[in-house]
């Protein structure tokens, strides 16, 4: 079952929160030695937490009663560790919960544990000198992606049918793509992500992995909303469920925005799924803004933001030195240059602005690979372009996003040849949440992609 198939049955009585709580346990005991998903696992709190749920009136319980999710490190849950991956914060207990998990807390969900993410959530990748790595439950060789990469592999294996995560330049969608799972990156603003770590204020965000599109929507519903302890929030009301009217939806589609390099395989798996729309009466439109690849507006916020949050914490011997490299690249940053930056980021959003004034939905590629060996950091080349791996730009297909602060709900479509996972990612206009999720989840339909042939092999492969 999906998330929202276990609240309705535990809201009818026909399963217990103890009973899917207990049974998301054990998955986890049975996956986590080979995949490493999470840093904390929380058993007797889950098991006292689901029986009180099934002890409360059926009717107060919430639209997540009984739900197993998981939370990723780097999210501050009262009384269990957050690191962020960094031994510079091995001892960090935050004394409050960060306010998407309280909302999701109220709402039923059962916290089992906390998930994996590489150090300060800087790279593609999952592994860091406090948890280890992270690996890909559809070949334990490949990485989940990054820097939710626990939080994917939780859901791919099963463990929970939702993960809290957090994308400031692709870390839903990176896992999304490579773990075969779906994910939405919210508007800037609609979430709350404080109390917690300062990160990369301006481009990240709090958002939902999950088993199904429609759990995405669901536990949006329940952590939406503006809140004092966030001023960067927004009081937007989600509108109610968008439908999918193609007569009517103006659809774009690019294989590479323009400027990508993208894998052979991943665009051939991009247009199976754009052509079933097409047979399903979607009026398709080739399609991209006119905006150029996006790495340099990103590296311009995003490297002296990361030296403000991170920059503190350079004086501790134990910062992995890649990461090392990555923090005190923005430390000759000027406020004159993080500026200038800002207003280039201002012309760009723009662009894409505009763009959403013409089409409704703008469909690409979620990633431009499937999942890449453990043994490297990124890949060398896509498509027989080299790649820049110094702050992981072969991702940058995510990026527009987090720039423009709009949605992204990021939807497997198939397999690669060597069995791995590929998405694509449907965009639109700032607060279109709702209608990119529900595109997203007209695509899941048509693909009917399930992760259960690879997850029946067991933890083996």
């Known amino acids: 079952m999906d998330a929202t198939a276990m609240a309705t049955a535990v809201r009818n009585g026909t399963t217990s929160a103890e009973e899917l709580v207990a049974e998301a346990l054990a998955r986890i005991d049975t996956w986590e030695g080979a995949v490493n998903a ?23 319980v919430g639209p997540l009663a009984g739900v197993p999710v998981s939370v990723k490190d780097h999210i501050w849950l009262a009384g269990q560790p957050a690191t962020n991956g960094s031994r510079a914060l091995r001892d960090f207990v935050p004394d409050v919960d960060a306010v998407p998990v309280a909302r999701l807390r109220a709402a039923g969900a059962v916290i089992v544990g906390k998930t994996n993410n590489p150090e300060f959530c800087y790279r593609g990748f999952t592994d860091n000198a406090v948890f280890g790595l992270t690996r890909n439950p559809w070949s334990l060789d490949r990485t989940p992606g990054g820097s939710s990469g626990g939080a994917g592999a939780s859901v791919a294996y099963g ?49 939902p992995l999950g088993a199904s599109v429609r759990d995405l929507g669901l536990a949006l519903r329940v952590m939406a909303g503006a809140h004092p302890a966030d001023p960067l929030t927004w009081p937007v009301p989600l509108r109610d469920d968008v439908e999918v009217d193609w007569s009517r939806l103006r659809v774009a589609v690019s294989e590479d925005l323009g400027w990508a390099s993208v894998d052979g395989e991943v665009r051939t798996a991009f247009r199976r799924a754009v052509d079933r729309l097409s047979d399903d ?32 914490l350079l004086h501790h011997d134990g910062i992995d030195p890649v990461t090392r490299e990555i923090v005190e ?71 527009p996003a987090n720039l423009t602060g709009q949605p992204a709900t990021a939807v497997p479509t198939g397999l690669s040849s060597d069995g791995l996972p590929v998405g694509l990612q449907v965009m639109g206009a700032r607060w279109a949440d709702l209608r990119t999720l529900a595109v997203a989840e007209r695509v899941e339909s048509l693909v009917a992609f399930s992760c259960a042939p690879a997850l029946a092999e067991g933890p083996a492969r």
């Open 38 to 60: 999470f840093t904390t696992v929380l058993h007797e709190e889950a098991l006292a937490r689901a029986r009180e749920i099934d002890a409360a009136d059926r009717s107060e």
């Open 159 to 207: 463990a929970t049918p939702l993960a809290l995560g957090t994308d400031g330049g692709g870390s839903i969608r990176i896992p999304a793509a490579f773990c075969g799972v779906a994910g939405h990156k919210p508007s800037f603003g609609l979430v709350p992500k404080l109390p917690g770590f300062r990160g990369w204020p301006t481009l990240s965000v709090d958002g």
């Open 281 to 312: 009466g979607a009026r398709l439109v080739g399609a991209h803004p006119d905006a150029g690849c996006p790495t340099r507006v990103w590296h311009g916020i995003a490297i002296p933001e990361g030296f403000a949050s991170e920059g503190p």
């Open 329 to 399: 690249s923005g430390r000759s940053a000027t406020a004159a240059d993080y500026l200038d930056a800002q207003e280039r980021r201002t012309t760009y959003t723009s662009t894409w602005q505009r763009f959403f004034e013409r089409y409704d939905v703008l469909l690409a590629p979620s990633m431009p690979v499937p999942a890449f060996s453990t043994e490297v950091t990124g890949p060398d080349e896509i498509d027989g372009t080299p790649v820049d791996r110094f702050f992981d730009d072969w991702c940058a297909l995510a990026l």
